[in-house]
């Protein structure tokens, strides 16, 4: 029951972080390539290998690694925004962005693996 709990409770706030950023990020960036999705997954990626990385104990996973970035990141909105490219014909900007976030979203979470394995 705990640990569904901590899930929950990280869920909610990186469900809010994430709104809140994307909203910031559009606001600032206004642009058709979903920069705000690819910056919060890039992000989200580096800091779960940094959780991961640092060999936190469970419950911290849970509430930071599972409930927070679960949230925060969002692999359905990618695959969406991925199709509305396609859609639109904006290939070229399509395969940019899946390149951008798979390449990105493997390295920053090996850094952050790296950095979490060094400093914690």
Known sequence: MLASALVAAGGFLGAI???LTTKWI???WPTEFPI???LINILGSFLLGMIIG???NHSVVLLLG???MGAFTTFSTFKLENI???EKRKEKVM???????YIGGIL???IGLTLGNLFF
């Open 17 to 19: 972080c994430r709104f």
């Open 108 to 110: 920053f979470a090996f």
């Open 54 to 56: 640092s060999a936190l």
């Open 95 to 101: 395969i940019q962005y899946l390149g951008f976030s």
């Open 26 to 28: 559009s606001q600032r």
């Open 84 to 86: 509305q490219l396609h």
């Open 36 to 38: 705000a999705t690819l």
């Open 66 to 68: 599972t409930g927070f």
